[in-house]
């Protein structure tokens, strides 16, 4: 598309459809902010329209990744992530203290890599499936 830091036909038409956009269709505060793209012109931006796009991929992928992890696949992954990790294995104790049993939760999700739960008790029950957790 941008031919070599030229813009092609293709840069212009993508440019002429982004230019379309609202701050509704990129869930922001602001209309979208765009350098205009004219065939065969140079491509240039602006330091906002970069920091613009970041965010709306950063909004993307946490959108994604927030619906992936209601899969079987996900929930597969995180299984075997957690039967082969043995710092994970070895804090099958919950304790009773609900306070304390979160962090427990917290500390296995730490060790797989994962961020803590927002509902531990997702994570206690497919852990007390498995067989990789028992009660204190």
């Known amino acids: 598309m941008h031919s070599g830091g ?3 036909d293709r840069a ?4 002429l459809e982004a230019s379309r956009l609202t701050k509704a269709d990129i869930g922001g505060k602001s209309d979208p902010i765009l350098t205009k793209v004219v065939e065969g012109d140079p491509i240039t931006y602006r330091i906002e329209e970069a920091i613009q796009l970041a965010d709306v991929i950063i909004r993307l992928v946490h959108t994604i990744d927030s619906e992936l992890m209601y899969t079987s696949y996900a929930e597969n992954h995180f299984m075997e992530l957690w039967k082969g990790t043995p710092g994970a294995v070895r804090l099958r104790a919950l304790p009773g203290d609900p306070r304390k049993r979160k962090l ?3 500390q296995i999700c730490k060790a797989l890599g994962f961020l803590a739960p927002n509902d531990p008790e997702a994570v206690i029950k497919l852990g007390k499936n498995a067989g990789l957790l028992d009660f204190a």
């Open 6 to 8: 030229l813009a092609s």
């Open 12 to 15: 212009e038409a993508a440019w």
């Open 104 to 106: 427990r939760v917290d």
